[in-house]
Nanobody, 116 residues
Framework: QVQLVESGGGLVQAGGSLRLSCAASRSFTRIENMGWYRQSPGKQRDFVAGITRGGNINYAESVKGRFTISADNAKNTWNLQMSSLVPEDTGVYYC??????????WGQGTQVTVSS
């Protein structure tokens, strides 16, 4: 069964840091793209950061310089280190992964709350 399992998240004060992790099941092979989206209350799910198997990285403008995505292809895991958090970063964070030409597979989501 192909699935993604997230960990991390929680409540943090503004200016603090959190680390999110995502692990793909061993059966989920040939992953090409992986990363994170987030959904804030009352808003659509927006792209946050992505990384390809080859190491190409993209960030949303709002998180550049504060968030860092990394991946361990051998372990089928990837992480999002979030620093200098602001209340606007609050939301449910979903990890995703896809194979070439295939739709995203999504994690279950993890809540991140940044208090002012």
């Amino acid at each position: 069964q192909v699935q993604l399992v997230e960990s991390g998240g929680g409540l943090v004060q503004a200016g603090g840091s959190l680390r999110l992790s995502c692990a793909a099941s061993r059966s989920f092979t040939r992953i090409e793209n992986m990363g994170w989206y987030r959904q804030s209350p009352g808003k659509q799910r927006d792209f946050v950061a992505g990384i390809t198997r080859g190491g190409n990285i993209n960030y949303a403008e709002s998180v550049k310089g504060r968030f860092t995505i990394s991946a361990d292809n051998a372990k089928n895991t990837w992480n999002l280190q979030m620093s200098s958090l602001v209340p606007e970063d609050t939301g449910v964070y979903y990890c995703y992964a896809n194979r070439p030409g295939s739709l995203n597979v999504w994690g279950q989501g993890t809540q991140v709350t940044v208090s002012s």
